[in-house]
């Protein structure tokens, strides 16, 4: 039992647990500006089992080509032995089940019911046989940022949108496809290997990263409608590209080097998250 908790948990990548429990918990917060059911069981929901539902059937269908990458086995993603996707999978299925009847029974509008229903969608299809949207060049990335923002969705839902909601999404989505394809970049060599195609691997290693460079940059311009709040956090993106500005002209036989921006990138998440967190409570309590 100790060793299957480890392997779910591994799986589940917890330092990204708070990519996602965050944007649904902030933008609860600030817009309803309450701690109520709601708030705890989608915090919880998106904290841990929406993790294990993306990552671990992310690791069990990808696992021919995750054998294939040197980075699976640690926190940048697990390896998981093939008798132990069956568990993995009912795991994902029986954790997550009962949080997402019980939100979709408190969503107030007809429009958070399909935003949560269109967020676990999204997960699945990323990594499913058939739909595989991990698999399509540039609806990968798209794919992928939608797992982030989606949880902001669906947190908006139950508060009546304004015009600096959707500055508020696009920013996010732009800064979410621009790590996403950042992220593909390393693994360009394994991806080719197992015959995985990614927006990195069809328009070549150094096109991927300016691309991201560009779209870093429009989501931190998009960020200035909210005035000195907005500027301080476009600056925070803006570290980004300093980061991966190193890597714009990277060859595909060196792509795997990209890693070592890759890793701070995780670091910088938590940077920019504690930034973030300082601007929100500052806007919370005036």
């Known amino acids: 039992m100790i060793n299957k908790i480890k392997y779910l948990l591994v799986s589940s990548r917890p330092i990204s647990w708070i990519n996602t429990a965050y944007p649904f918990a902030a933008g609860y917060l600030l817009t309803i500006r309450e701690v109520d059911a709601i708030f705890i069981i989608g915090s919880l929901f998106f904290l841990i089992p929406y993790n294990l539902l993306m990552y671990g059937i992310n690791d069990v269908f990808d696992y021919e080509s995750d054998m294939q990458n040197p980075r699976k086995g640690g926190i940048e993603g697990a390896l998981l032995a093939k008798s132990q996707h069956r568990t993995v999978i009912i795991a994902a299925t029986v954790l997550s089940l009962?949080?997402?009847?019980?939100?979709?029974?408190?969503?107030?509008?007809?429009?958070?019911?399909?935003?949560?229903?269109?967020?676990?969608?999204?997960?699945l299809a990323y990594s499913v046989p058939k739909l595989r949207f991990k698999e399509r060049p540039?609806?990968?990335?798209?794919?992928?940022?939608?797992?982030?923002?989606?949880?902001?969705?669906y947190a908006l839902t139950f508060s009546d949108f304004t015009s600096s909601y959707a500055y508020m999404m696009a920013a996010f989505f732009l800064w979410g496809m621009a790590s996403h394809a950042f992220g593909a970049v390393q693994d360009i060599v394994a991806d080719k290997k197992g015959k995985i195609a990614s927006v990195a691997t069809i328009i070549g290693a150094k096109q991927t990263v300016r691309l991201s460079i560009v779209l870093y940059s429009i989501s931190a311009i998009v960020l200035l409608h909210f005035g000195w709040i907005g500027l301080i956090i476009a600056v925070t993106e803006m570290l980004y590209v300093v980061s991966i500005w190193p890597y714009r002209s990277i060859s595909e036989a060196d792509a795997e080097q990209a890693n070592s921006g890759w890793k701070r990138f995780i670091a910088l998440n938590w940077f920019s998250g504690f930034v973030i967190t300082m601007v929100l409570i500052y806007v919370f309590i005036n």
């Not at 429009?111 to 967020?119: D, N, Q």
């Not at 540039?138 to 969705?153: C, E, K, N, Y």
């Open 138 to 153: 540039f609806i990968d990335s798209m794919t992928s940022s939608a797992h982030f923002v989606g949880p902001l969705l």
């Open 98 to 123: 009962p949080f997402t009847i019980y939100l979709l029974a408190l969503s107030t509008r007809p429009w958070g019911v399909i935003a949560l229903l269109g967020v676990i969608f999204l997960v």
